[in-house]
T-cell receptor, first 114, second 113 residues
């Protein structure tokens, strides 16, 4: 069983829809949770960074973490065609050698059509 | 502009050859990482280095080698021992204190011909 599971999709939605992307994880040592966006043939770019249970909002994006259920989500409101990309969840432990050593989900391919 | 530069963007390798992928960062980060990305598998860690002159194996290090002689540079060599090297390779850097995220370069697409 993989430490992080993410539905690979693909997910196709109309412009303006609310998108929900989800990951589950099995390792309770994970304390830091991230969402990256990756356009085709590009490197991932950080969208959201959280380290506690609850919600964090940044513009149209909301990251939600539920450590008791080992479940994280990313919500995109008023989705735009420019949001079409692969979304990767990532997480890691606290502690010196764990910095930057991320465990990734498989990525979800999202297409927002006009 | 601060960032991570990977070169080349595309690389072709013949069977049995070693090739080296370049990664340079000017973010003053201590730590650097190499990830491999295959379709449907997310990113997997190949090697990482927390400080100069030190590096550790990640989850899929077999067939790869690295060096860390300078803080800014972390080249990856894909050796002939790597049986399935065709993939997208991503270099990243990060801090050793504070926030734990990684910052990525734009990647190198390696194809065996």
């Amino acid at each position: 069983q993989k430490e992080v599971e993410q539905d690979p999709g693909p997910l196709s939605v109309p412009e303006g829809a609310i998108v929900s992307l989800n990951c589950t994880y099995s390792n309770s040592a994970f304390q830091y949770f991230m969402w990256y966006r990756q356009y085709s043939r590009k490197g991932p770019e950080l969208l959201m960074y959280t380290y506690s249970s609850g919600n964090k909002e940044d513009g149209r994006f909301t990251a939600q973490v539920d450590k008791s259920s080992k479940y994280i989500s990313l919500f995109i409101r008023d989705s735009q065609p420019s949001d079409s990309a692969t979304y990767l969840c990532a997480m890691n432990r606290a502690g010196g050698t764990s910095y930057g050593k991320l465990t990734f989900g498989q990525g979800t391919i999202l297409t927002v059509h006009p | 502009d601060g960032g991570i530069t990977q070169s080349p963007k595309y690389l072709f390798r013949k069977e049995g050859q070693n090739v080296t992928l370049s990664c340079e960062q000017n973010l003053n980060h201590d730590a650097m990482y190499w990830y491999r990305q295959d379709p449907g598998q997310g990113l997997r860690l190949i090697y990482y280095s927390q400080i100069v002159n030190d590096f550790q194996k990640g989850d899929i290090a077999e067939g790869y080698s690295v060096s860390r002689e300078k803080k800014e540079s972390f080249p990856l060599t894909v050796t002939s021992a790597q049986k399935n090297p065709t993939a997208f390779y991503l270099c990243a850097s990060g801090r050793r204190t504070g926030r734990t995220e990684a910052f990525f370069g734009q990647g190198t697409r390696l194809t065996v011909v």
